[in-house]
């Protein structure tokens, strides 16, 4: 059986963008704390959190997206190599064209930066009454808060589009956002 470590050598050799340690864990106590057993992520990568979400209880189930061929088959082989494809099934496809009809305690938004808005319009309605999203990377290592610190345009853009996802997370009169300076800037949202 491979080892976490293994996975995380693997995306930083790679990098793959996967979690950080922080925000992983935030998550991970959010999972226990609030007894969710089913779980809806935008983002497989290779299955890094995936693999530590359902490692928590057998009883969670995992359904994780992810569009990039190369990762979807590494998250494959990960995920069985962990015995843990009985609890995870991972998606081929961009997430904007799923239609799912399941209801999830918890959807985690972390695929494309400039796409959160839709993801997050697109999926609420699988949300169960106390169901949350969880967002990820809302500091875009300290560049939303600073943008100084990148010249690079694309990079620019992104950070704009988050700006403008953070914005729509304060005026959103549906959700209450608690924004949280854990990892790379984690964001939750509930049904008010
Ligand atoms: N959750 C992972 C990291 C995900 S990185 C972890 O912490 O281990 C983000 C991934 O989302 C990338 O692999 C990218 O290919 C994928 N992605 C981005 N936009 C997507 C979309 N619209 N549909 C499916 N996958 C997407
Ligand atoms: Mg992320």
Do not use: C, W
Not at 30 to 50: H, M, Q, R
Not at 56 to 68: A, G, M, S
Not at 87 to 104: H, M, P, R, S
Request: hydrophobic share 40%; glycine share 4%.
């Amino acid at each position: 059986m491979k080892e976490l470590s293994q996975i995380k050598d693997y995306a930083s050799k790679n990098s793959v963008p996967i979690m950080f340690d922080e925000g992983i864990e935030f998550i991970i106590d959010y999972i226990k704390k609030n007894d969710v057993s089913f779980i809806l992520e935008i983002g497989t990568a290779i299955g890094y959190s995936a693999i530590k979400f359902a490692q928590i209880n057998p009883n969670i189930r995992v359904f994780t997206i992810e569009y990039d061929i190369e990762r979807y088959h590494e998250a494959v082989k990960n995920i069985v190599n962990f015995n843990l494809d009985d609890q995870i099934t991972v998606f081929l496809g961009d997430a904007l064209n799923f239609n799912f009809t399941e209801k999830f305690d918890l959807i985690f938004i972390d695929g494309a930066k400039s796409q959160y808005v839709n993801f997050f319009e697109k999926y609420k309605n699988n949300l169960k009454k106390d169901g949350v999203f969880i967002s990820d990377n809302l500091f875009f290592h300290g560049m939303v808060e600073n943008p100084k610190l990148t010249q690079n345009y694309s990079t620019i853009k992104l950070i704009r589009k988050l700006k403008r996802y953070i914005d729509f997370l304060k005026a959103n009169t549906e959700f209450e956002t608690t924004f949280y300076e854990i990892g790379d800037g984690v964001a939750v949202s509930k049904r008010k």
